[in-house]
């Protein structure tokens, strides 16, 4: 198990080598630099010689490539162009309402859509089966932002029975310890804190968790009824053990592999899907971040966001790796 964590974190740097390559080549081949970029259309020429002077831009290429590497690995991302703070404080600051928002969206669609995709494949053909196969068809085609104003313009605006934007009520006086909302609110003994961050995370966590819950059910419908074929669970029925030892033991340990798979991806891809989900519920996380950074052309940001989004990436997949030595000990031997 220690061989496997430490061989996946040696790969995380090869990754992120060559990450830097592509991120280094995209800011050198912005129209006009990256200082016409960070200046504007209307800068001077002298206004752009002087911001290259100042980052370095007017070194060889392979001292600009050492000098950008050399902050890459030392976590200084530079600085921000909106707020004129440090990236990875604004990161640091935003990062968890975007975990706390994509822990809630991926629980909602793997304890909904595990138990949904198997009642499916236990029920083929049925009124189960053809429901589910539905909606996640309807879950997978619904873009996120459409979803989340169609469920904001509901059940926020018209029936008022969740908040519209935010992450506590602006009279909640809740102290701010982890920057998680709900975490925050359990540690100090402010319960009505926490309860009044879940109710403003259940209308954008349920529009962030339509694709993942669609993806799960079909991964899970499909893997449950390929299972369902094999010998060793027809040896097992036909010798009269228990039905939950069969579904357990049997069935579900053997048809969760792929849909482990699938909720290690799907959990990196909220990241990129809250960009859209917090921008209409302005939530203040990561996601609502970048958007106004896309807006104002904050370059640092960005490539600190690609960069945040690669390590993730890594970690997650290190993260699937364990899962699937732990629910099958063959991966372990090999």
């Known amino acids: 198990m220690l061989r496997l964590v430490v061989r996946r974190l040696l790969q995380l740097i090869p990754t992120l080598l060559g990450l830097s390559v592509l991120l280094f080549?995209?800011?050198?081949?912005?129209?006009?630099g990256p200082a016409s970029a960070i200046l504007g259309e209307r800068a001077t020429e002298a206004e752009v010689a002087r911001i290259n002077r100042a980052l370095g831009l007017d070194q060889?290429?392979?001292?600009?490539?050492?000098?950008?590497?050399?902050?890459?690995?030392?976590?200084?991302?530079?600085?921000?162009?909106?707020?004129?703070?440090?990236?990875?404080?604004?990161?640091?600051?935003?990062?968890?309402a975007t975990v706390e928002l994509s822990i809630v969206a991926i629980g909602i669609a793997i304890v909904v859509g595990i138990p949904m995709g198997y009642?499916?494949?236990?029920?083929?053909?049925?009124?189960?089966?053809?429901?589910?196969?539905?909606?996640?068809?309807?879950?997978?085609?619904i873009p996120v932002f459409f979803l989340a104003l169609i469920l904001k313009g509901i059940f926020a605006v018209q029936?008022?029975?969740?908040?519209?934007?935010?992450?506590?009520?602006?009279?909640?006086?809740?102290t701010d310890v982890t920057g998680f909302a709900v975490l925050d609110g359990l540690l100090t003994g402010e319960l009505d804190a926490s309860l009044d961050a879940i109710h403003h995370l259940i209308l954008?966590?349920?529009?962030?968790?339509?694709?993942?819950?669609?993806?799960?059910?079909?991964?899970?419908?499909?893997?449950?009824?390929?299972?369902?074929?094999?010998?060793?669970?027809?040896?097992?029925?036909?010798?009269?053990?228990?039905?939950?030892?069969?579904?357990?033991?049997?069935?579900?340990?053997?048809?969760?592999?792929?849909?482990?798979?699938?909720?290690?991806?799907?959990?990196?891809?909220?990241?990129?899907?809250?960009?859209?989900?917090?921008?209409?519920?302005?939530?203040?996380?990561?996601?609502?971040?970048?958007?106004?950074?896309?807006?104002?052309?904050?370059?640092?940001?960005?490539?600190?966001?690609?960069?945040f989004i690669a390590m993730v990436y890594v970690l997650i997949n290190l993260l699937v790796d364990l899962a699937y030595s732990l629910i099958d000990p063959r991966v372990r031997v090999h």
């Open 25 to 32: 080549l995209w800011l050198n081949r912005l129209p006009g």
């Open 60 to 96: 060889p290429v392979y001292v600009q490539y050492w000098r950008f590497l050399k902050r890459i690995f030392e976590l200084d991302l530079g600085t921000s162009t909106q707020t004129g703070q440090p990236v990875w404080d604004e990161f640091a600051t935003r990062f968890p």
């Open 119 to 141: 009642l499916a494949a236990k029920r083929r053909g049925g009124w189960l089966d053809v429901g589910a196969v539905s909606g996640s068809l309807i879950g997978i085609c």
């Open 159 to 174: 029936l008022q029975m969740f908040p519209s934007y935010g992450r506590l009520d602006t009279g909640m006086d809740a």
């Open 204 to 307: 954008p966590a349920i529009a962030l968790s339509s694709i993942p819950l669609a993806v799960i059910v079909r991964m899970t419908r499909a893997s449950v009824l390929e299972v369902l074929g094999e010998d060793y669970v027809r040896t097992a029925e036909s010798k009269g053990l228990d039905k939950r030892v069969v579904r357990g033991r049997h069935v579900l340990r053997n048809a969760l592999l792929p849909v482990v798979t699938a909720v290690g991806l799907l959990t990196g891809s909220l990241l990129s899907g809250a960009v859209l989900t917090e921008s209409v519920f302005s939530f203040n996380g990561i996601g609502n971040f970048i958007r106004t950074s896309i807006d104002a052309r904050d370059y640092p940001v960005l490539v600190g966001f690609i960069l």
